[in-house]
């Protein structure tokens, strides 16, 4: 008994790698934390019920049977399991320290499945193959390198996907049959870091290559998969950039499918003739963008989702008639990651809601029933109470209207209740209704309110909006949240003075950009992973992803764009920083170097201002392991009660 006893206590010890010694949470060997005070051993326990939501995703059927590969967490990062049937019992096939993305079933067969995974968060992904009978795991890239995607040709021989090997810079077109890594080769060196295959032709003869030049501008291309010569589909130089996504072939391989904001504010979705070059429109009726579709095997269905205003809804679509069918009505929230199965009619997808974390679902297209696979855990708690979002809107400077969803607690919570600014990343992000996981700790228990804005150059809201932030219009942005402050002071129901500003990413630099321009007007600011100087990111940030972010930010090499730049940095304008401010960095991040907050964290103390540095050495943009998560959110709560709610 005493040996069980102990081998319980080390697999507790183990599932949360946190010691707390002397009643006292310690963070663990990967983590610096600097300035953060010490955190009671007291608190793991209050909060602990909100720190073991489970969520899952799907991520492949398998060919010929009706099972599928799911993504899910039960140890520190998410892993590929394997499920048979709807409600069964999640397998987990991969064991690493690291998160695991994916698990791609081949269109022949299912004897081994294709994943891809990264070390520390670096995102230098590389290919793997994993056998079922075996269990074995095979590199089938460099391990040096980062490579992305992975779409197999019909025949389920080839698999092709893009990579930095030649330079780290430009992402050339590989192709491998995955039974054999031998035969990895090269089929078209190209010029950018913003390049995917998107679907082969029925005959396997063609692929079309997607090239992304921004959020605004992107292009289709026609590659021979025999010889990689290119030809573009999309033509390049009109007066009006253009933007495109997806691309699927037809099933007769004449036409693509794609999403575009050709002639629209919106992405529709449209029939491209490949011999005319026509377009044929086919959601002109919705005002909205078409976020991702999948083409039935029999190519008679198209099955798509639609951002309506932040909601997801899920459409289906007669290509022969062009008219809608009917669908199955679906709790309200996310839908992502749609796909056909073989058999042509269960449709694969995963949906969350604000009461229902992440899970996989599938929908009998014939019968209209909605099969439930995964059944994720929310430690122990009763998520049907939970704070739903609230569309509100409001007049910024400029007399547009901004929009954002606010979650209030429950009513239990009296008087003025303190409040989050939550700002997404991206840039061209954006804030959407879905399950706030940990977040809810803060509505549920604290009684602290959340706002998540989608501020100008949010995606979701035309390709006009979207620009409305790019290059020297970028403290634009910043004018919404100060528009988005005296908003909050017209609602009763929230404190206006009591305001913490917080982002990752991108919203990380938001944040230290409000803490900059209207420090007087909040109480704290945490910001994660975010840009304190565009310059300095710009010169740091990875070569492949470089360019792409020049079209958004400016480029920094132009003497104008640089002076603007450098005169609105929140680094260079730390003296206005008198209010705390907590910084969490992931030290692998290939996005935003750990320089940016490195820098912005020594800046601020010279000041003389709080601040708190979360440091992880194995995690990248953003944490992704469990344990780190953790000691993230306990930190996180101690500072929103020392710099918030008093």
Excluded: C
Excluded at 259 to 288: P, V
Excluded at 336 to 353: Q, R
Excluded at 496 to 509: F, K, P, Q, W
């Amino acid at each position: 008994m005493k040996t069980l006893t102990g081998i319980l206590f080390l697999l507790i010890l183990a599932s949360t790698s946190l010691m707390a010694q002397n009643s006292v949470i310690v963070p663990n060997e990967n983590l610096v934390a600097e300035g953060v005070p010490t955190i009671p051993g007291s608190l793991a326990e209050t909060v602990g019920r909100y720190t073991e939501f489970r969520a899952a995703s799907f991520t492949s059927w398998h060919s010929s049977k009706r099972e599928m590969l799911i993504s899910t967490r039960f140890g520190d990062t998410a892993q590929v399991h394997q499920v048979k049937f709807p409600g069964g019992d999640r397998r987990q096939l991969t064991f690493f320290p690291d998160r695991v993305g994916g698990g791609n079933f081949p269109p022949k067969g299912g004897e081994f499945f294709i994943f891809n995974k990264d070390t520390g968060g670096n995102e230098f992904f590389q290919g793997y193959r994993y056998d079922l009978a075996t269990g074995n795991v095979t590199l089938l890239t460099d391990g040096k390198s980062r490579n992305t995607g992975g779409l197999w040709s019909n025949s389920g021989q080839w698999l092709a996907y893009g990579s930095t090997r030649r330079n780290g810079k430009d992402v050339d077109l590989y192709v491998i049959n995955p039974a054999d890594p031998k035969t990895d080769k090269v089929l078209a060196q190209l010029d950018g870091g913003g390049w995917r295959a998107s679907d082969f032709s029925p005959d396997d003869r063609q692929i079309i290559l997607f090239e992304l030049i921004s959020a605004n501008e992107s292009y289709l291309w026609l590659v021979n998969a025999a010889t990689g010569e290119k030809t573009l589909v999309t033509p390049k130089g009109g007066a009006e950039k253009v933007a495109y996504g997806g691309g699927q072939f037809s099933k007769d391989g004449r036409g693509v499918y794609v999403t575009t904001d050709l002639n629209s504010e919106f992405r529709r979705l449209a029939y491209l003739d490949l011999a005319t070059r026509q377009h044929k429109f086919l959601t002109d009726h919705i005002k909205w963008d078409v976020d991702e579709f999948d083409l039935s095997p029999d190519g008679k269905t198209l099955a798509f989702v639609a951002n309506e205003d932040g909601v997801a809804r899920l459409h289906l679509l007669d290509t022969a008639t062009g008219k809608e069918m009917p669908v199955a009505k679906l709790p309200l929230g996310q839908i992502f990651g749609i796909e056909w199965h073989d058999n042509g009619t269960d449709l694969g997808f995963t949906l969350v809601s604000a009461r229902s974390t992440s899970d996989v679902y599938s929908l009998d297209v014939k019968t209209g029933k909605v099969d439930r696979w995964t059944f994720s855990e929310t430690g122990g708690l009763n998520t049907d109470n939970f704070s739903e979002g609230e569309l509100v809107r409001w007049k910024t400077f400029d007399d547009r209207m901004i929009s954002g969803f606010l979650y209030l607690p429950p009513a239990t919570f009296k008087g003025p209740r303190p409040i989050v600014i939550n700002i997404h990343g991206g840039p061209e992000g954006q804030a959407r209704p879905g399950f706030l996981g940990r977040s809810n700790y803060f509505l549920n228990e604290m009684g602290v309110s959340i706002i998540f804005p989608n501020i100008r150059g949010s995606s979701g809201y035309g390709k006009t909006f979207l620009k409305l932030d790019n290059g020297l219009l970028r403290e634009d942005s910043y004018k919404d949240i100060n528009a988005l402050i005296d908003w909050i002071k017209t609602r009763p129901e929230l404190d206006a003075d009591r305001i913490m500003v917080t982002g990752g990413s991108y919203g990380g630099h938001m944040t230290l950009a409000v803490a900059t321009n209207y420090g007087d007007r909040i109480r704290s600011a945490l910001s994660v992973v975010g840009p304190s100087n565009l310059v300095t990111f710009l010169k740091n940030t990875q070569d492949y992803r470089r360019d792409l972010r020049r079209v958004e930010y400016g480029d920094e090499r132009d003497p104008k764009m640089a002076e603007f730049l450098e005169r609105t940095a929140p680094l260079n304008n730390v003296q206005k920083i008198k209010k705390p401010l907590f910084v969490v960095q992931g030290k692998n991040d290939p996005r935003v170097p750990a320089s940016e907050s490195e820098q912005m964290v020594a800046a601020v103390r010279k000041n003389g201002t709080p601040v708190w540095y979360l440091l992880g050495k194995d995690e990248g943009h953003g944490f992704a392991k469990k344990k780190n998560v953790d000691f993230q959110f306990y930190a996180t709560i101690m500072f929103m009660q020392e710099h918030l709610l008093k």
